[in-house]
């Protein structure tokens, strides 16, 4: 079976600095991984995805993610946050007919 | 285009009501399924479906029941409401869940449900 593990519940970072979210997935299928990112009161919206090929994928608002087969995992990279990255961001994996989803990791971007 | 729309949007019920969750899309999706969301839970499946008439149970589908009589519309109910119930709940849709996933899920903006 499928599943996700974030390693960090909270990430509080000041703003311009890098960040990384982190990601560890078990799968037991071929591996297509997602980044979602849920703006407060909103729903969640498709950052970026790792379905084959080049294993740096670049997604919407300057993040990027790195599949990392041997360690099993897609950690989230941002070179210089905004306050505006401030949301809840969700890692998932594909299952056998449905999109299983970390607990999530709140990132704050301070001034 | 729409997208997927959920209504409504805040709703307070009391132990042991009755009540339909609306989502509908515009996209001609095929697949659509709904989640519900719990501080420190992520996101968690309760049904699916993969077209007109077909749906499935999904990691916590106990008290909710739906069904698929359009490819717009995938109600959601609770059929009597319990405090383990209050969450907010997404449905979401996207073209396919064929053989390669490869579909973007296409979120609606939430339902968030009280129950006392």
């Known amino acids: 079976a499928q599943s996700v593990t974030q390693l960090d519940s909270q990430v509080p970072v000041f703003e311009e600095a890098p960040v990384e979210l982190r990601c560890n997935y078990s799968?037991?299928?071929?591996?297509?991984l997602f980044w979602y990112v849920q703006y407060p009161n909103q729903g969640l919206q498709l950052l970026l995805k790792?379905?084959?090929?080049?294993?740096l994928v670049k997604g919407i608002n300057g993040f990027e993610a790195e599949f990392n087969k041997s360690q099993t995992s897609f950690h989230l990279r941002k070179p210089s946050v905004h306050i505006s990255d401030t949301a809840e961001y969700f890692c998932?994996?594909?299952?056998?007919?449905?999109?299983?989803f970390g607990k999530g990791t709140k990132l704050t971007v301070n001034p | 285009n729409a997208g997927v729309t959920q209504t409504p949007k805040f709703q307070v019920l009391k132990t042991g009501q009755s009540m339909t969750l609306q989502c509908a899309q515009d996209?001609?999706?095929?697949?659509m399924s709904w989640y519900r969301q719990d501080p420190g839970m992520g996101l968690r499946l309760i049904h699916y479906?993969?077209?007109?008439?077909?749906?499935d149970q999904g990691e916590v589908p106990n008290g909710y029941n739906v069904s698929r009589s359009t490819t717009e519309d995938f109600p959601l109910r609770l059929l009597s409401a319990a405090p383990s119930q209050t969450s907010v709940y997404f449905c979401?849709?996207?073209?396919?869940?064929?053989?390669?996933?490869?579909?973007?899920?296409?979120f609606g903006p939430g339902t968030r449900l009280t129950v006392l």
């Open positions: 996209m001609n999706h095929e697949y």
């Open positions: 790792y379905l084959s090929g080049s294993t």
């Open positions: 998932a994996v594909m299952g056998r007919r449905e999109l299983v």
């Open positions: 799968s037991s299928v071929s591996v297509y």
């Open positions: 479906s993969v077209g007109a008439g077909i749906t």
């Open positions: 979401a849709s996207s073209y396919s869940m064929g053989t390669a996933f490869t579909d973007t899920q296409y």
